[in-house]
């Protein structure tokens, strides 16, 4: 599915909307036994490499494994009064070092957001990039795990809990939600996931409004089989690196 078929979502469900909603809330009940399943899964089948990393990133900079974040949670009203009040705990294994300066993410996203791509872009003028390409804050481990996803992983750990889900709308940071308009909120309609559409078609080499405009495709169209085409273009997308700093 390419950018240009994804339109603008509409602002409310329509009466066929409303009928399917029985249909919805199966698919969602079926949804979280398999995430819970598969996460588990992977986290057993997983545990050797996930103590690998945890010694590579202790052996090559002070601090702890894991990195702990505020991120805004999914599934909700994107007109209530203040959504980037409702945070979960977010776990990523840690890529930088300890005390960096959230400042220059900061700055980097306000510009992102307000799609000044020529001002923040390190790819090319037609594939701005939405993580900093060269972050002085992340470790030489840390830009090996960023590269091949391998930060991500204890995000089962968030899917077991019930944070997110494997396939959803990556989960914002409270900053950046601060600074969403109204279509951008329209993202957090969604269970936050791993993984999703805009991983899938482009990661970080789209604009700000061809992700939000995935992540609401995604949550018009989602479905078991949908998911399921997902999950199986995550793999080579991951392996393939491409759009992954």
């Not at 490499?49 to 894991?66: F, R, Y």
């Not at 001002?119 to 037609?126: D, W």
Request: glycine share 6%; charged share 20%; aromatic share 8%.
């Amino acid at each position: 599915m390419g950018i240009h078929e994804i339109s603008h979502p509409r602002p409310t469900p329509s009466p066929m909307e409303a009928i399917q909603a029985p249909s919805r809330i199966g698919y969602l009940a079926v949804k979280r036994c398999l995430d819970i399943l598969m996460a588990g899964i992977a986290l057993l089948a997983l545990s050797p490499l996930l103590l690998i990393i945890a010694l590579a990133i202790k052996l090559d900079s002070h601090g702890p494994v894991i990195y702990v974040q505020k991120r805004v949670r999914g599934n909700q009203d994107p007109q209530a009064p203040h959504p980037e009040h409702n945070v979960f705990a977010f776990y990523k294994f840690r890529s930088m070092y300890m005390n960096s300066d959230a400042r220059i993410h900061q700055q980097y996203m306000s510009e992102y957001i307000r799609g000044n791509n020529g001002k923040i872009n390190n790819g090319t003028s037609h594939s701005p990039v939405y993580k900093m390409k060269q972050d002085p804050r992340v470790t030489r481990v840390g830009r090996f795990l960023r590269r091949t996803s391998l930060d991500e992983l204890p995000q089962l750990i968030n899917v077991i809990k019930g944070d997110m889900s494997m396939v959803g709308p990556r989960p914002a940071l409270v900053y950046e939600v601060e600074q969403y308009s109204h279509f951008g909120r329209q993202r957090l309609r969604a269970q936050a996931g791993i993984t999703g559409l805009w991983q899938v078609s482009g990661r970080t080499r789209l604009t700000f409004e061809e992700m939000v405009k995935l992540d609401i495709e995604y949550t018009r169209r989602c479905s078991l089989w949908l998911d399921a085409k997902i999950m199986l273009k995550t793999v080579p997308a991951v392996l393939s690196g491409n759009g992954a700093w």
